[in-house]
Structures are given as C-alpha cells and as structure tokens.
C-alpha cells in the first residue's frame, strides 16, 4: 500500500531527509518528495518558564512523551538505575498521557524507579515549557523516529538533551544533543553521572535554543502549501 500509494502521488511530503530516504528504499525513485521539518516554535519562553513546577524545587531528569515500545522505557530505567541520580536524590519525570497514575505504563515505570519516579500525566503547555526549562536533561532513548518532537522542543528551551545516536538525530539536532554510541545502560549511566556533576553552561544554552529555532510551523505550512500549488496546477 505505500509503495501504492507513493507511485500514484503526485507529491510526497516528510517530515525529515532521513524518512525521505528510507522511503526510497523501500518504494523505488519518488518523484516530487519534499522534505519538510515540522515546526517546534509552538512553546513560548518567558521568564515565567524558570519559575518551578510544583513540587520540583530540585535537579531532575526528565522524559516526556508516550509509552511506546520502540521508546525503549526499560532501557531508560536501567540507565536511571545504572546513574548515581538516586543516590543524589535526582528523580525521574515522566510527562505525557501515558503516565497518569493508573496507567499499565506508569505502573510499570513506578515498579522499576519506586518514588524516585514521578508521575505528572498529561499537562499544558505552559507547565511543559517550565519543566524542560528546569530539567538537568530530557532523556529520549527512543530506537527509532522520524522527526523527534521532544529532544527539539527541549532544545527550543536551551534544555541538555540526552538520545540514542540515530540518523534521524543527527540530522534535527546537529552536534547540539549528547549522543548515546552503544546504547548500553552503562553508557548512558555515565553520561547522566557526566550532566548531573557538570553545570550547564548559559551560552550553550543559547545556541542550543538558536539552532531550533530554524524549525518552525510558519516554514512547514509554506512549504505544505507550495507542494498544493504545485499539484493544484
């Protein structure tokens, strides 16, 4: 079907250079591919946004997203587990509708960390920008994405930003995130040990949040429309 439906199109539109190539080979040559970045400018940073989170006056990693098996949220908890972040009284948040208290997945991460997980569930944007802002580090383990909205929301905000190293990665997020090489836990064990000894330093903050600032929806509608003019015509 989208070998199909790719060979009927008259545009294809993705979201990265990364996806576009793995459609080609899959598919074949895809004649009138566009590549076009999703914008991630919809979080707006205030000086409301150093203001703490309830209940989060101190350090703390940070992952926001869904429980999806390919998120590798078993892997994330090693790799919490394998850190000193508990010995250092550094928790874990977990943001996002699948981590609302009753959930099978936030019963799952809570049976992993114990009280050094701390469960938000879905929150607004506002409180988002506030914990990315405040986080030590966003940790996004995922196996594999074809844009990876978080790692560049949080990059929007200056954030540290801790992910496996995939094409699709180093293609949004440049030499501006910390990549995990081999994957293993203890890897990623001592590079959260490496952030959480380590102060952030404000400039890099500053061209961590330049960089994803490029991506924005205003240039993800144009380009949307340019490709509907052009298969309108």
């Given at each position: 079907?989208?070998?199909?439906?790719?060979t009927?199109?008259?545009?294809v539109?993705?979201p990265?250079?990364?996806?576009?190539?793995?459609?080609?080979?899959?598919?074949?040559?895809?004649?009138?591919?566009t590549?076009?970045?999703?914008?991630?400018?919809?979080?707006?940073?205030?000086?409301d946004d150093?203001?703490p989170v309830?209940?989060?006056?101190k350090?703390?990693?940070?992952?926001?997203g869904?429980?999806?098996?390919?998120?590798?949220?078993p892997r994330?908890?090693?790799?919490?587990?394998?850190?000193?972040?508990h010995?250092?009284?550094?928790?874990?948040v977990?943001?996002g509708?699948d981590?609302?208290?009753?959930?099978?997945h936030?019963?799952?991460?809570?049976?992993?960390l114990?009280?050094?997980?701390?469960?938000?569930?879905?929150?607004?944007d506002?409180?988002?920008?506030?914990?990315y802002?405040?986080a030590?580090?966003?940790?996004?383990l995922a196996?594999?994405?074809?844009?990876?909205f978080?790692?560049?929301?949080a990059?929007?905000?200056g954030?540290?930003?801790?992910v496996?190293?995939?094409?699709?990665?180093?293609?949004t997020?440049?030499?501006?995130a910390?990549y995990?090489?081999t994957?293993s836990?203890?890897e990623?064990g001592?590079?959260?040990?490496?952030?959480l000894?380590t102060?952030d330093?404000?400039?890099?903050?500053e061209?961590?949040?330049?960089?994803?600032?490029r991506?924005?929806?205003k240039a993800?509608?144009?380009d949307?429309l340019s490709?509907?003019?052009k298969v309108?015509?």
């Open positions: 079907m989208l070998e199909f439906a790719c009927q199109a008259q545009g539109i993705v990265t250079r990364t996806v576009g190539d793995q459609l080609r080979s899959l598919v074949g040559f895809t004649a009138g591919l590549v076009s970045h999703y914008g991630v400018d919809h979080l707006e940073s205030n000086d150093r203001s309830a209940g989060l006056t350090r703390y990693l940070l992952y926001v869904q429980a999806r098996s390919h998120k590798a949220l994330l908890c090693a790799a919490y587990l394998a850190s000193n972040a010995d250092l009284g550094v928790p874990f977990f943001a509708r981590f609302t208290d009753s959930t099978h936030a019963k799952a991460v809570r049976s992993e114990g009280n050094a997980a701390i469960l938000l569930g879905e929150i607004d506002s409180t988002l920008a506030r914990l802002c405040n030590s580090a966003l940790v996004h196996e594999y994405e074809g844009f990876g978080t790692p560049l929301e990059l929007t905000l954030t540290r930003v801790v496996n190293d995939l094409d699709v990665f180093r293609e997020l440049a030499d501006h910390f995990c090489r994957g836990t203890e990623i001592a590079l959260l040990n490496r952030l000894w102060s330093d404000p400039s890099q903050r061209i961590r949040a330049l960089w994803a600032g991506y924005t929806w993800h509608v144009d949307l490709v509907y003019r309108g015509q």
